[in-house]
């Protein structure tokens, strides 16, 4: 284990952010973050864990230890009548492994194909898309106490997972470093293809037969179409919540803006699509120097080359302002900004 200085983290962070760290260092097991973390040289110096960089903005250098995880392997722990338990390390590309579980006919992930980042960031963020959240196929993870130095596994109650939110973002944040995640998948699918366009691509693509396959060839069509590829514009996906609202809320909104574009939810709740409020406030595909709002997809902010983070975030506070000023709204950020 080597610990390198005054490293540029430009190919760490999908929005091309070239700020540098102090200090950084990978890990690829428990044992090696354990004796980087026990090291007294490390004590009460900051520490950044990092893992595909897939939802983060960095707006300075980091003066402290940046730790990547590099914790890989996939596994299958067990089975029952219904179900398959299989475990994944943290620095598993997610992608990757979605195609793994699909190429194993295993059901519950296909919707979330595509997804940029790592498998450790899915229960962090709880991420989600097209009707799909992790929470749904969630069973179990493993992480580091950094402080206590030990393992403590985290059931889903545990994580007590909410709108791409999670135990691990607020209440213990920096506190533990996920090592691996334990997700609990369907022998027999049961497919969600009524969000989004799901079912409107699989028609255009000329799928006679429903499979786990053809709702991922489709996720994956749709997703390239409407993002930009972070290796060819740098962005982090989704820069914004979609923004949920009570009844009284969107009646109100749904009179005055009748186009306006919504989903119900439970307890007379609905959750509104921060994209389509962003693009009637006038922002899809502003640009400002190398700071813009994509043309294709207005929930996504994107780095043309040699934006600052600082920039970014100045450019996602003009688009809050505007989308509350319009629609008494306000937008919250689902990127780290660090």
């Known amino acids: 284990m080597s610990v390198l200085e005054n490293v540029s983290l430009r190919p760490y962070n999908t929005f091309g952010i070239d700020a540098t760290a102090r200090y950084f260092a990978s890990f690829d097991s428990p044992a090696v973050l354990q004796a980087i973390l026990e090291d007294p040289k490390w004590e009460g110096v900051p520490k950044m864990i990092l893992g595909g960089g897939s939802n983060i903005l960095l707006t300075k250098d980091y003066e402290g230890l940046v730790l990547k995880n590099e914790i890989k392997g996939i596994h299958i722990l067990k089975e029952d ?3 398959v338990y299989v475990q994944a390390g943290a620095g598993e590309n997610w992608h990757q492994f ?8 295993l059901a519950g992930l296909e919707n979330l194909s595509l997804i940029p980042g790592n498998v450790g960031a899915s229960p962090m963020q709880n991420i989600g898309a097209y009707g799909v959240e992790i929470k749904d196929v969630f069973y179990e993870l493993d992480a ?13 109650e545990a994580c007590e997972f909410g709108y791409r939110e999670s135990v691990f973002k607020r209440k ?10 334990t997700y609990r998948l369907n022998k027999i699918p049961h497919f969600n293809t009524s969000y989004g366009a799901i079912e409107q691509e699989m028609e255009r693509m000329g799928v006679k037969e429903l499979s786990i396959r053809a709702i991922s060839d489709a996720v994956i069509q749709i997703r390239s179409s409407k993002l930009p590829n972070p290796a060819e514009i740098g962005n982090a996906g989704s820069f914004f919540k979609n ?3 009570s009844k009284e809320k969107y009646e109100a909104l749904k009179e ?4 306006i574009v919504a989903y119900p939810l439970p307890h007379d ?3 509104l699509a921060a994209g389509w409020l962003i693009e009637q406030s006038g922002w899809k595909g502003y640009r400002d120097g190398d700071a813009g709002v994509h043309a294709k997809q207005a929930l996504v902010l994107v780095n043309y080359g040699h934006a600052s983070g600082e920039e970014l975030v100045e450019l996602s506070w003009k688009v809050i ?3 509350k000023e319009k629609f008494g709204v306000v937008l919250e950020r689902e990127v780290n900004i660090i």
């Open 256 to 259: 005055a803006f009748p186009a």
């Open 81 to 83: 009548e219904e179900h």
């Open 98 to 105: 979605v195609m793994y579980c699909i190429d194993k006919n």
């Open 269 to 271: 709740q609905y959750k």
């Open 243 to 245: 923004p949920e609202i």
């Open 144 to 156: 580091w106490h950094v402080k206590d130095q030990q393992l403590v596994k985290f059931s889903k």
């Open 321 to 323: 302002e505007s989308v």
């Open 172 to 181: 213990y944040k920096d506190q533990f470093v996920i090592l691996q995640v």
